[in-house]
T-cell receptor, first 116, second 114 residues
Framework: GAVVSQHPSWVICKSGTSVKIECRSL??????MFWYRQFPKQSLMLMAT?????????EQGVEKDKFLINHASLTLSTLTVTSAHPEDSSFYIC????????????FGAGTRLSVL | AQKITQTQPGMFVQEKEAVTLDCTYD???????LFWYKQPSSGEMIFLIY??????QNATEGRYSLNFQKARKSANLVISASQLGDSAMYFC???????????FGPGTRLSVLP
């Protein structure tokens, strides 16, 4: 069964509004979670590393003020797309690792964001 | 810098036959992990198989096996007895042992024909 839960799976919003996406690790604690963005027919692009209790680490070119990440607990990380615009429309997916040794990343089901 | 190459943008295979999806990687790290994920049209990323760089044997998980050739820096995924439900995008990924960030390849779209 799923070990990482992501919500919502699909969201439509108006331009200028903010959207929050939740990523939860089920029955395990994740001090680190990852947020990816995926454009159609392309691979996953790492946006940021979410660290519990501290600031997220953003990849080069990702606007930290646009994509706010909060990792307030060991089982929950949130990504807020602020003042969304049509170019922010994409598939966003989070992951967390449950196994320390192999560090296998388990992914949420993803969130499809459409900004009108 | 690390890089994953998947040279097959699309592959076709007949149902019940085996198929090999290619993956080559480039890294200077002495220790790393290699992963394969399946992404069906629903979008979720499903973990398939893991290979550690120091593992002596090739990894196997049910119908999935990883043909690991360290000297060639290749980690091909072999799917035996293909099923219609295997039709999806397949991503090869790598992570250095000292870090947590994954690097993904561009993916291969597999289509299983009835």
């Amino acid at each position: 069964g799923a070990v990482v839960s992501q919500h919502p799976s699909w969201v439509i919003c108006k331009s200028g509004t903010s959207v929050k996406i939740e990523c939860r690790s089920l029955d395990f604690q994740a001090t680190t979670m990852f947020w990816y963005r995926q454009f159609p027919k392309q691979s996953l692009m790492l946006m940021a590393t979410s660290n519990e209790g501290s600031k997220a680490t953003y990849e080069q070119g990702v606007e930290k003020d646009k994509f706010l990440i909060n990792h307030a607990s060991l089982t929950l990380s949130t990504l807020t797309v602020t003042s969304a615009h049509p170019e922010d429309s994409s598939f966003y997916i989070c992951s967390a690792s449950r196994e320390v040794a192999k560090n296998i990343q388990y992914f949420g089901a993803g969130t499809r964001l459409s900004v009108l | 810098a690390q890089k994953i190459t998947q040279t097959q943008p699309g592959m076709f295979v007949q149902e019940k036959e085996a198929v090999t999806l290619d993956c080559t990687y480039d890294t200077s790290d002495p220790s790393y992990g290699l992963f394969w994920y399946k992404q069906p049209s629903s979008g979720e990323m499903i973990f398939l198989i893991y290979q550690g760089s120091y593992d002596q044997q090739n990894a196997t998980e049910g119908r999935y096996s990883l043909n690991f050739q360290k000297a060639r820096k290749s980690a091909n995924l072999v799917i035996s007895a293909s099923q219609l439900g295997d039709s999806a995008m397949y991503f090869c990924a790598m992570r250095p042992s000292y870090g947590q960030n994954f690097v993904f390849g561009p993916g291969t779209r597999l289509s299983v024909l009835p």
